[in-house]
C-alpha cells in the first residue's frame, strides 16, 4: 500500500509538472518540443529527476512517462487536447494544447506552486525554455540536443538528416541569435 501511494503521489507531481510547463506560454506545444524541453528541466534540477526518466530514443531523449500522461492523464482531467500529426508530419509527434479549463487549472497550480520556495526555480526554469525553445524547429531542437547530448544520438532514426542537413539549421540558429560564430563553427564542424 505504501509503494502505491509513493507511485500516486509521484504520477500526480508529475502530472502537475506537466500542466505547469505546458501553461507557461499559452499556445500550443509540439510533443517533441514538449518531451525536449521537459528533458532540459530534467538536467537543470534534480529534484525533477524522480519523477521521470529520459532514455536514448528514435528522436533523442524520450519519456515514456511524459508520453502517457499526455495522452492517459489521470489526475489532471480535460486540461489539455492532444492534436495527432499531419500524415505527412514524422517529426513532431502531435501537439498538446490547454483547454480553457487546463488554462484555469494553470493559473490556480501556478499560484500554489509560487509560494513553495523550493518551485522557485523550477517555474523560472520552465518560462525560460519555454520562451527559449519554443522558437525553434523540431530539427533545429535536435541539432542542439545531439550535439550537447551526443548520447541520445544512438538510437535515433532522425540523425542523419539532421547531420545532413546541419549547415543550413545551424546558419538558421545564427540567424536567429542562438548560437554565435563560435559555435556555430563547432555545429558544423562536429561529425
Not at 509538472?17 to 537543470?44: C, V
Not at 489539455?80 to 487546463?102: K, Q, S
Amino acid at each position: 500500500m505504501q509503494q502505491r501511494n509513493a507511485t500516486d503521489t509521484r504520477s500526480r507531481a508529475l502530472e502537475h509538472l506537466i500542466l505547469l510547463l505546458l501553461g507557461t506560454e499559452d499556445q500550443k506545444i509540439s510533443i517533441l518540443h514538449l518531451e525536449k524541453e521537459a528533458f532540459f528541466i530534467w538536467n537543470f534540477h534534480p529534484d525533477i529527476q524522480k519523477f521521470m526518466r529520459f532514455i536514448s530514443h528514435y528522436r533523442g531523449p524520450y519519456s515514456e512517462e511524459i508520453e502517457q500522461i499526455i495522452r492517459n492523464p489521470f489526475y489532471v482531467i480535460n486540461c489539455w487536447t492532444y492534436i495527432p500529426p499531419a500524415r505527412y508530419d514524422t517529426l513532431t509527434g502531435g501537439y498538446v494544447e490547454l483547454t480553457p479549463h487546463g488554462r484555469s487549472e494553470y493559473r490556480r497550480l501556478y499560484t500554489a506552486s509560487s509560494a513553495n520556495p523550493q518551485m522557485g526555480p523550477i517555474l523560472a526554469a520552465m518560462k525560460m525554455v519555454r520562451e527559449l525553445y519554443d522558437k525553434l524547429t523540431p530539427e533545429e531542437l535536435l541539432l542542439l540536443i545531439y550535439d550537447t547530448y551526443p548520447e541520445y544520438q544512438k538510437k535515433s532514426n532522425v540523425f542523419d538528416g539532421i547531420q545532413k542537413s546541419k549547415k543550413r539549421l545551424a546558419d538558421n540558429l545564427v540567424k536567429k541569435g542562438y548560437i554565435d560564430e563560435e559555435r556555430y563553427e563547432d555545429l558544423v564542424a562536429s561529425n
